[in-house]
Nanobody, 125 residues
Framework: VQLQASGGGPVQAGDSLRLSCVAS????????MAWFRQAPGKEREFVAA????????DYSDSVKGRFTISRDTAKITVYLQMNSLKPEDTAIYYC???????????????????WGQGTQVTVSS
């Protein structure tokens, strides 16, 4: 599975941005797609995940209420709508996918075998 992330860019604090991630194909099981981010000098951290078929979602506490993950199953695409952006949201955002990782592992980078190339989001104050 190849993942192509897009939609990043420079914005001001309080602005909104929508990221997209297109998968080249489905996995053979129940596919979960997720967003992670990595700021300079920090570890990659979980942002949000969605079960492509059932639509169940999970969010990190730092983005809950500001970010929304959604999917278009026909296009095998997930979106990350980011509102009320803060400077601390600045990072490279990576899309990830895998075949039915258990929900308790959705926030773990090790749960995903497939990764996109990342898209830079820069939020200035």
């Amino acid at each position: 599975v190849q993942l192509q992330a897009s939609g990043g860019g420079p914005v001001q604090a309080g602005d909104s941005l929508r990221l997209s991630c297109v998968a080249s194909r489905r996995t053979f099981g129940r596919m979960v797609m997720a967003w992670f981010r990595q700021a300079p000098g920090k570890e990659r951290e979980f942002v949000a995940a969605i079960n492509l078929s059932g639509g169940a979602t999970d969010y990190s506490d730092s983005v809950k209420g500001r970010f929304t993950i959604s999917r278009d199953t026909a296009k095998i695409t997930v979106y990350l709508q980011m509102n009320s952006l803060k400077p601390e949201d600045t990072a490279i955002y990576y899309c990830a996918a895998d075949d039915t990782p258990i929900r308790s592992s959705w926030a773990m980078t090790t749960a995903y075998d497939y990764w996109g190339q990342g898209t830079q989001v820069t939020v200035s104050s």
